[in-house]
């Protein structure tokens, strides 16, 4: 075992009355099976395995071709779609929104008109 500053960090409790126990840990998001029936979002439309799709960035970066310091200027301004948080450390974007996303882009490409 570890030692830091002469504790030994395995056994340490937290605070001198109580004892750590993994019990006592609390979760940074719920768990997806809390709520099993939960409907979809708006935007996925449906249930089925390629609604629900998730990105993570490097998936994402490779579909829009934009850094990923853009991508969250954009998403600030409104103009990029928004994560879904995982995890406490991992974050993703619907693959739905982002082909919408896509989709909206090419729309408005092609809607101007050349003089």
């Given at each position: 075992?570890?030692?830091k500053g002469g504790i030994n960090?395995?056994?340490?409790?937290?605070?001198?009355?109580?004892k750590r126990n993994d019990d006592d840990r609390v979760r940074a998001t719920p768990d997806y099976r809390e709520a099993p029936d939960a409907?979809?979002?708006p935007s996925c439309?449906?249930?089925?395995?390629?609604?629900?799709?998730?990105l993570r960035w490097p998936a994402v970066r490779e579909r829009v071709g934009i850094s990923k310091v853009t991508a969250w200027r954009w998403r600030r301004a409104g103009k990029f779609p928004e994560p879904a948080r995982l995890g406490s450390h991992v974050i993703a974007?619907?693959?739905?929104?982002?082909?919408?996303?896509l989709a909206a882009k090419l729309a408005a490409?092609?809607?101007?008109?050349?003089?």
């Amino acid at each position: 075992m570890a030692l830091k500053g002469g504790i030994n960090m395995k056994t340490e409790p937290k605070d001198a009355g109580a004892k750590r126990n993994d019990d006592d840990r609390v979760r940074a998001t719920p768990d997806y099976r809390e709520a099993p029936d939960a409907p979809p979002h708006p935007s996925c439309g449906s249930t089925d395995a390629a609604s629900l799709r998730m990105l993570r960035w490097p998936a994402v970066r490779e579909r829009v071709g934009i850094s990923k310091v853009t991508a969250w200027r954009w998403r600030r301004a409104g103009k990029f779609p928004e994560p879904a948080r995982l995890g406490s450390h991992v974050i993703a974007w619907p693959e739905a929104e982002i082909d919408a996303w896509l989709a909206a882009k090419l729309a408005a490409r092609d809607r101007k008109v050349v003089p």
